[in-house]
């Protein structure tokens, strides 16, 4: 990961965005561009391309060639756009990263139209491997493993709105759903990586893995900042009665007075802002935010054990970790 930088690697991804949108001429692919930010003066001044420039940089770090994958990290940031433009629509959520969200503007119809469309051209996207030396095996198996991810991630996010009708899950259940909602496709970022760098299926089996416990992290990070960061009205993950994993780990613990504290938030009709505060009172009490930040530490740790073992070059597991773990990336 020394010879390139994910800055780099993001503006690479970002022309190649705004040139694939560009070369279609419908007024969706301007929705599309927007959603990404390609309008703006800073090229992907909005959009973070975590998945792309992961791809990228795991393929640098393997020992594989980056130039020549740019289609690969294309698809996989398509396919997060229409994730993330679903979510959007699903929670209600106005804006996204510190602008109008897509639905916002074009109304929740075309937003899932331009959703929907970006899933297709995430397809098409990695089909353009056969053209930059990759094998049609390698290209078919790229396809392969980009939608296993996506059904992953559309599973992890069914789960999700099921557990807001239930205030007691396990935690198994949580990490389910965290592992597949917020960690598949970096799963699939990972082992596309590997496999066009030449890497067994083994290897891309735990890579896969590797994603599962990189997207659980995060989404327990998001959960502790849910509860414990600002109270300026946007905690939608929260207001929108999702479980969150300080909450799932401190309903294990809970005395029957302490469930029935926190049943009186959650079974409410519309949740305010107020009922925060006894909800993170019980979680502190029972320990939650501990039991969260171990789990990350845990789940972190697994998978320094995986990228140390598979990265060409001593250090560049830990670099990727790095990146992988931000939580603004």
Same mark, same amino acid.
């Given at each position: 990961?020394?010879?390139?930088?994910?800055?780099?690697?993001?503006?690479?991804?970002?022309?190649?965005?705004?040139?694939?949108?560009?070369?279609?001429?419908?007024?969706?692919?301007?929705?599309?561009?927007? !959603?990404?930010?390609?309008?703006?003066?800073?090229?992907?001044?909005?959009?973070?391309?975590?998945?792309?420039?992961?791809?990228?940089?795991?393929?640098?770090?393997?020992?594989?060639?980056?130039?020549?994958?740019?289609?690969?990290?294309?698809?996989?940031?398509?396919?997060? &756009?229409?994730?993330?433009?679903?979510?959007?629509?699903?929670?209600? %959520?106005?804006?996204?990263?510190?602008?109008?969200?897509?639905?916002?503007?074009? &109304?929740?119809?075309?937003?899932?139209?331009?959703?929907?469309?970006? !899933?297709?051209?995430? %397809?098409?996207?990695?089909?353009?491997?056969?053209?930059? &030396?990759?094998?049609?095996?390698?290209?078919?198996?790229?396809?392969?493993?980009?939608?296993?991810?996506?059904?992953?991630?559309?599973?992890?996010?069914?789960?999700?709105?099921?557990?807001?009708?239930?205030?007691?899950?396990?935690?198994?259940?949580?990490?389910?759903?965290?592992?597949? %909602?917020?960690?598949?496709?970096?799963?699939?970022?990972?082992?596309?990586?590997?496999?066009?760098?030449?890497?067994?299926?083994? +290897?891309?089996?735990?890579?896969?893995?590797?994603?599962?416990?990189?997207?659980?992290?995060?989404?327990?990070?998001? +959960?502790?900042?849910?509860?414990?960061?600002?109270?300026?009205?946007?905690?939608?993950?929260?207001?929108?009665?999702?479980?969150?994993?300080?909450?799932?780990?401190?309903?294990?613990?809970?005395?029957?007075?302490?469930?029935?504290?926190?049943?009186?938030?959650?079974?409410?009709?519309?949740?305010?802002?107020? +009922?925060?505060?006894?909800?993170?009172?019980?979680?502190?009490?029972?320990?939650?935010?501990?039991?969260?930040?171990?789990?990350?530490? !845990?789940?972190?740790?697994?998978?320094?054990?995986?990228?140390?073992?598979?990265?060409?070059?001593?250090?560049?597991?830990?670099?990727?970790?790095?990146?992988?773990?931000?939580?603004?990336?």
């Amino acid at each position: 990961m020394n010879k390139v930088t994910s800055e780099i690697l993001k503006r690479r991804i970002a022309a190649t965005l705004k040139d694939l949108f560009s070369s279609r001429n419908l007024p969706l692919y301007d929705m599309m561009s927007y !959603h990404f930010g390609l309008h703006e003066d800073s090229v992907a001044k909005h959009a973070s391309l975590l998945h792309g420039s992961t791809l990228l940089l795991s393929i640098d770090a393997f020992g594989g060639k980056v130039e020549n994958s740019l289609p690969a990290s294309v698809a996989v940031e398509l396919v997060n &756009g229409f994730c993330e433009i679903h979510d959007d629509v699903e929670s209600g %959520r106005p804006q996204r990263s510190e602008r109008d969200a897509l639905w916002w503007i074009w &109304g929740p119809a075309q937003a899932i139209n331009a959703g929907d469309g970006m !899933h297709a051209l995430a %397809r098409v996207s990695v089909l353009q491997l056969a053209e930059n &030396g990759f094998s049609t095996d390698v290209t078919y198996d790229a396809i392969s493993l980009l939608d296993r991810a996506s059904l992953l991630a559309c599973e992890g996010r069914f789960r999700d709105l099921e557990m807001q009708e239930r205030v007691e899950i396990s935690v198994d259940s949580y990490t389910r759903m965290a592992s597949d %909602r917020s960690g598949a496709l970096i799963g699939a970022s990972l082992s596309i990586a590997a496999l066009l760098s030449g890497l067994e299926e083994l +290897d891309q089996e735990k890579l896969i893995q590797c994603g599962k416990w990189i997207g659980e992290s995060r989404q327990i990070r998001s +959960d502790i900042e849910e509860l414990w960061g600002s109270e300026s009205g946007q905690n939608l993950e929260f207001l929108n009665k999702k479980k969150l994993f300080p909450v799932v780990a401190a309903m294990r613990k809970a005395s029957p007075n302490e469930k029935r504290r926190l049943g009186e938030v959650y079974f409410k009709r519309v949740l305010e802002i107020e +009922d925060l505060k006894p909800v993170r009172d019980v979680v502190e009490g029972l320990g939650g935010r501990e039991e969260s930040e171990e789990r990350i530490k !845990h789940c972190e740790e697994n998978c320094r054990s995986v990228l140390d073992e598979i990265c060409s070059e001593a250090g560049e597991g830990d670099r990727l970790l790095d990146f992988l773990t931000d939580i603004t990336g």
